[in-house]
């Protein structure tokens, strides 16, 4: 990657009389930076930055969030005309190479994906290791971490072409791990891929197809799956995804990177709150419970949150939001559901919180997946495949980033410091001479 940092200008800090400058540079979206690479060696301090919230940790040409505005970018373009005009496919080509592609480009990227869809037969002794009730995302770690041990040919991160093979591995294998990881909770054979299909297609009839029945997936529903997917696919440097560079920047193969991207998206402050946010609306169950859970969000005493609400960076509607809350909408119309309670709660949840002067003052809007998990179950997912389905898109954002990552001129070892606050340096005791209790 070229690096595209210029400095505009510099920012003095003055401290017992010593003053040093440093550089200020420009984004092209977003405020500016101010690199402090150099103030320890200069000043002998650090800064104290917990949750990276006034942090940039690296240069990124992919992703842009104005969180005030509401706005969510992909290498320039508006997430909703991506949601609104394009595929799986194409955005997927769009995050790792910059570009949209022209359609030799698509077909060449297309091609390369429905190559690697398969896994090695051996693969498939891992799922019998777990238990059939293991969450899925615990399999999801194990298993894309395992990766690593079968695909040595694309492991050397120092080769282009091997970083290249491996990308494309993880993506077109993703879908097929995680429906394996869904059959077995439940009991079922395994279903090859089908390299006909589309990709949220095929996805779908791997999870939905049993091998004595034809399936065909109902258009408007792999539309809104893959919808979902193009949502969710990259968002700038979130935990998992700088928990992707953090294991990247050691220098570990990128299939170790992923499964510890996938391992930080299971909390449920991250990926895990749409399964945390319909478990909620399910705990709500009736429009006239919502007062009692609205004052439970307020009160400082009680840990309970909104699940589905707020954001780090957005303190206004998640752009992300208010597609899903549409596709919400064409699924439950497509399968004739008219009034799912749930939504029906969702709905007027939504409308009191943002009337709230708490959420008001606080700039808490719904956020993905306040909408994502109704629409998930509709479509026939089962709760506990939720974060599953986010970690198969996110897999095309954390190895665009990763891939980045690896030609940042400016890339180091992930190493960040602390203010030390423990016990002072002091002797060891021996064991008859300490105090007891
Ligand atoms: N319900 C009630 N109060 C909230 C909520 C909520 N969902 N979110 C934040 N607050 C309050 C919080 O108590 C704090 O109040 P105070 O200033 O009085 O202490 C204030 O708002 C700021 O919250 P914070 O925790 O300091 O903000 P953060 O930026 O560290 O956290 C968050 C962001 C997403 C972790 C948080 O809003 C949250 O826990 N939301 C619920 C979980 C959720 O929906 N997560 C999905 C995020 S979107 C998917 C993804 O990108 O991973």
């Known amino acids: 990657m070229k690096s595209d940092l210029k400095t505009s200008r510099t920012v003095s800090l003055t401290q017992n009389n010593q003053t040093v400058e440093f550089p200020v540079y420009k984004a092209a979206h977003g405020p500016d930076v101010f690199d402090i690479r150099s103030l320890y060696k200069e000043t002998g301090a650090f800064t104290f930055d917990p949750g990276f919230t006034s942090t940039a940790s690296c240069e990124s040409k992919i992703t842009f969030i104005d969180g005030d505005e509401g706005v969510l970018l992909y290498r320039g373009y508006p997430i909703d005309q991506l949601a609104e005009n394009s595929d799986f496919i194409e955005t997927a080509y769009l995050l790792l190479n910059g ?8 077909k060449w990227f297309e091609n390369s994906i429905t190559m690697h869809t398969m896994v090695h037969e051996q693969l498939k002794n891992f799922y019998n290791g777990f238990r059939r009730d293991a969450h899925p995302m615990a399999i999801m770690v194990g298993v894309v971490g395992a990766l690593s041990a079968f695909y040595h040919d694309s492991t050397d991160i120092t080769d282009p072409k091997q970083r290249l093979v491996a990308s494309h591995r993880m993506i077109a294998k993703m879908p097929t791990i995680a429906a394996m990881a869904y059959k077995y909770s439940i009991g079922q054979t395994f279903v090859f891929p089908r390299n006909d299909l589309d990709y949220t297609s ?71 709150a749409n399964e945390a946010a319909l478990n909620m609306l399910e705990e709500i169950g009736t429009v006239d419970r919502i007062p009692e859970f609205i004052a439970r969000a307020k009160d400082k005493d009680d840990p309970f949150r909104l699940m589905g609400f707020g954001h780090r960076v957005y303190k206004n509607y998640d752009p ?28 007027e949840l939504e409308r009191i919180a943002l009337e709230d002067e708490y959420f008001v003052a606080k700039k ?57 606050t423990g016990a002072p340096q002091r002797d060891y005791t021996q064991m008859e001479t300490r105090p007891s209790e």
């Open 99 to 106: 570009e949209l592609p022209n359609p030799e480009k698509l």
């Open 320 to 347: 992300r939001a208010k597609v899903m809350r549409t596709a919400c909408h064409e699924v439950l119309d497509a399968l004739g559901i008219r009034d799912e309670p749930l939504l029906q709660v969702a709905m």
């Open 202 to 272: 095929n996805f779908m009839r791997m999870c939905f197809a049993v091998s004595s029945e034809e399936y065909e997936c109902n258009p408007v529903l792999c539309d809104a799956l893959d919808k979902i997917f193009i949502l969710h696919m990259d968002h700038e440097q979130n935990a998992s995804t700088s928990t992707v560079r953090l294991a990247g920047s050691s220098g570990a193969n990128p299939f170790a990177c992923i499964a510890a991207g996938i391992a930080s998206l299971w909390g449920p402050a991250h990926g895990g």
């Open 364 to 420: 808490l809007y719904p956020n993905i997946d306040f909408y994502s998990g109704i629409t998930l179950r509709a479509l026939g997912f089962p709760t506990d495949m939720f974060t599953v389905l986010f970690a198969l898109a996110r897999t095309v954002g954390w190895i665009a980033q990763w891939s980045e990552m690896i030609v940042d001129p400016n890339q180091k070892i992930g190493r960040p410091r602390q203010i030390y």
